[in-house]
């Protein structure tokens, strides 16, 4: 009797073992192969869940005691990571959770242009203002844009990475100030980058002009009060990626919204407003009036 529960505990201890293992092996294996050509990372991840799912099969069939050792090797595989390569558990949570998000929640289009008159001499105020190749404002956003995310992140996501780290600097530490009494001030970069407070076009000219500093591409949208500034991230076909990029690294501010996007012809343009905590964040007026855009 006391043989036969003993080996029904071992059998069900291995079974344990053998299911548990397969969602693990699955991250380390989307986390260290990157998708083939254009395969987005829902099917990429689908993909390595039914390899670790057949490999767990496989050994535990072959041996139950290489299965344990298995185990041993992705728990031990997750510390070294977590110790030398700054990916901790909740990480990878936040990292699949985002996927796991993204594949029901579609990222919303808005595309709605409404141009006026009267706007040329904003638009010349605004690109005399742009220091995109000014030394200081080079070394601040690529201080700013190394901040956050670590360099897996880097190499997962490439330069959205840098993007959205400049993003999180500049934004979390912007306070709101308003412009001397029945003047129209338009801050240069290299002060806002020191004060990093001024109104919505202060915040704007520093956002554009730092994302082109480290090699981006950035617009100015103008509405009926505001100013905010977008960033060109691929073409319309990296939508799923910028998607799950954009949940990966800010799962606390998206949660389970949407991500807000404009196309232009086939490239692909977010938001980075101060007023959304996210890149992509909904829009504060979704009415554009006019759009600054700046040689490359």
């Excluded at 100030?177 to 990093?196: A, F, H, I, K, W």
């Excluded at 407070?197 to 956002?207: H, N, P, T, V």
Aim: aromatic share 16%.
């Amino acid at each position: 009797m006391t043989h036969y529960l003993h080996r029904n505990l071992v059998n069900f201890a291995v079974r344990f073992i053998q299911i548990i293992i397969v969602f693990p092996m699955a991250v380390l294996l989307s986390f260290y192969i990157e998708p083939f050509g254009s395969m987005n990372y829902e099917l990429h991840f689908m993909l390595c869940l039914m390899v670790a799912a057949a490999v767990s099969v496989l050994v535990t069939k072959y041996s139950r005691k290489l299965t344990v050792l298995m185990f041993a090797g992705i728990l031990g595989m997750f510390a070294f990571n977590s110790t030398f390569k700054d990916q901790t558990f909740e990480g990878i949570y936040d990292d699949y959770n985002a996927m796991l998000v993204n594949m029901t929640s579609n990222p919303h289009k808005v595309s709605y242009f409404k141009p006026v008159r009267g706007t040329y001499f904003q638009n010349q105020r605004v690109k005399t203002a742009m220091q995109p190749t000014h030394p200081r404002v080079r070394a601040f956003a690529v201080e700013s844009s190394t901040r956050y995310f670590h360099d897996e992140y880097y190499r997962k996501f490439g330069k959205l990475t840098r993007y959205f780290s400049l993003f999180k600097h500049v934004r979390q530490n912007w306070r709101y100030v308003n412009d001397p009494l029945g003047m129209d001030y338009y801050s240069p970069p290299t002060e806002s980058m020191q004060l990093l407070a001024g109104d919505c076009d202060d915040y704007s000219i520093l956002m554009a002009s730092s994302v082109m500093a480290i090699g981006g591409e950035a617009r100015i949208v103008i509405t009926q009060s505001h100013m905010y500034t977008e960033v060109k991230v691929g073409h319309v076909d990296d939508l799923d990626k910028v998607s799950f990029a954009v949940r990966t690294l800010f799962p606390d501010e998206v949660a389970d919204g949407k991500i807000y996007f404009h196309e232009t012809g086939e490239d692909l343009w977010i938001n980075f407003d101060y007023t959304a905590e996210h890149p992509g964040g909904p829009f504060l007026e979704p009415e554009l009036y006019s759009v600054i855009t700046f040689d490359r």
